[in-house]
């Protein structure tokens, strides 16, 4: 079992940036992938960026890259999203997940997190 804590959300300014982190506990000596998926009010879940377990691959959905940054520290059992430019429409709950494989499915991953709201304002 993989625990995991998101923390650093809150409400921001358009324009604006914020950290997310995700700390996990638990069985961290597997190799997982680590990924940030978000849900907007009314809306599906939807992927937004993963990272590899050697933190050497990356990907983002098309409306956050050159905006967002994924990375870890696998020492801490930790990642992070910095969200940088942030918009109303980045306003979600913001989760993040661990799983063997690491893609942009969210059947691919079988640990999530609690959530973290973000709520950008115009």
């Known amino acids: 079992q993989v625990q995991l804590v998101e923390s650093g959300g809150g409400p921001v300014q358009a324009g604006g940036s914020l950290r997310l982190s995700c700390a996990a506990s638990?069985?961290?000596?597997?190799?997982?992938?680590m990924a940030w998926f978000r849900q907007a009010p009314g809306k599906e879940r939807e992927f937004v960026a993963y990272?590899?377990?050697?933190?050497?691959?990356?990907y983002y959905r098309d409306s956050v890259k050159g905006r967002f940054t994924i990375s870890r520290d696998n020492v801490k059992n930790t990642i992070y999203l910095q969200m940088n430019s942030l918009k109303p429409e980045d306003t979600a709950v913001y989760s993040c997940?661990?799983?063997?494989?690491?893609?942009?499915?969210?059947?691919?991953?079988?640990?999530w997190g609690q959530g973290t709201q973000v709520t950008v304002s115009s």
């Open positions: 638990g069985r961290t000596q597997l190799r997982y992938a």
């Open positions: 997940a661990a799983g063997l494989l690491g893609d942009t499915s969210l059947s691919s991953y079988n640990y």
């Open positions: 990272i590899k377990w050697n933190g050497g691959s990356t």
